[in-house]
């Protein structure tokens, strides 16, 4: 099967799969939500069965605590975990400091509060996904449900003064309703085109009422694995003050015991 993937599917699981090496015995881990982050949790699923590895793992969606139960990851609220040592996730867009957007999966909210509450996070991504400037992306926006078309306008009356290209917004929709995250509030996703300035924009975006928090993920990444669709991935380390890079060879074929075990 790992040879049916579509080449970002395979560099996706060269990403995530460098980036399960980085888990410790003991660990308490904070998983991503997403198709990145899906491979990551089967491969840690596969060392806790196949090498013994014993983590805590807190999920960052039900879909994700989902595939870590059906996979024997022993999981537990951030409340139980209390603080993590690291949380791998995935990302939309990534730039050279690592500023991401998040919530393409709609799981912004829990993905931030886990990430800021680890004392290290790797993004896992493919190449694709690196940008000079983010924002083509279009940015999520967690709204709740009571009053969202006066937010929705705050926010885009806001836009008017940030440093964007775009300033129109969609509510995200499931079918015919609208999408509603773990915590029952909507995604608005913001055509910005570009963010000339993320920290500034992320704060007042937070400001408006009756918005929860965005996708943006300033200061908040540590390290980023690109995977390549040839099992090779790289990681780059913010935390050095320069970008350090190191690449690493994948075994695709160890994919296929992933794959019979689903
Ligand atoms: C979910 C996210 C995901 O990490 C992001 O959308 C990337 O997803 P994928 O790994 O499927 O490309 O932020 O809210």
Same mark, same amino acid.
């Given at each position: ?90 990302? !939309? %867009?990534?730039?050279?400091? *690592?500023? @991401?957007?998040? =919530?393409?999966? #709609?799981?912004?909210? $829990?993905?931030?509060? +886990? ?66 995250? !773990? %915590?029952?509030?909507?995604? *608005?996703? @913001?055509?910005? =085109?570009?963010? #000339?300035?993320?920290? $500034?924009?992320?704060? +007042? ?58």
């Amino acid at each position: 099967m790992i040879d049916q993937l579509s080449p970002i599917d395979r560099a996706k699981y060269a990403s995530a799969h460098c980036a399960a090496d980085f888990v410790e015995d003991g660990m308490r881990v904070g998983l991503g939500t997403g198709s990145t982050a899906a491979w990551l949790v089967r491969r840690l699923g596969a060392r806790v069965r196949d090498e013994g590895l014993r983590i805590i793992a807190v999920p960052t969606s039900t879909r994700t605590a989902q595939l870590a139960r059906d996979v024997g990851i022993n999981i537990v609220s951030l409340d139980e975990a209390r603080w993590l040592d690291l949380t791998i996730d995935g990302a !939309d %867009e990534f730039d050279a400091e *690592l500023t @991401l957007i998040k =919530g393409g999966g #709609g799981a912004l909210l $829990q993905e931030k509060i +886990v990430a800021t509450a680890s004392d290290q996070m790797i993004v896992i991504t493919d190449a694709a996904k690196e940008v000079k400037t983010l924002g083509a992306f279009p940015l999520p926006v967690e709204v709740i449900p009571f009053g969202w078309q006066a937010s929705r306008a705050l926010v885009e009356e806001v836009l008017t003064s940030m440093d964007v290209m775009g300033r129109q917004s969609s509510l995200r929709m499931n079918g015919d309703q609208p999408f509603v995250t !773990d %915590e029952g509030n909507y995604i *608005l996703d @913001l055509a910005l =085109g570009r963010i #000339g300035n993320a920290r $500034q924009l992320s704060l +007042v975006l937070n400001q408006v009422p009756g918005v929860v928090e965005n996708g943006l993920f300033v200061d908040i990444a540590d390290q980023v694995v690109i995977g390549f669709s040839d099992g090779s991935c790289e990681m780059r380390d913010m935390t050095t003050g320069t970008a350090e890079s190191t690449t690493k060879q994948v075994d695709l074929n160890y994919a296929r015991n992933i794959f019979s075990d689903l």
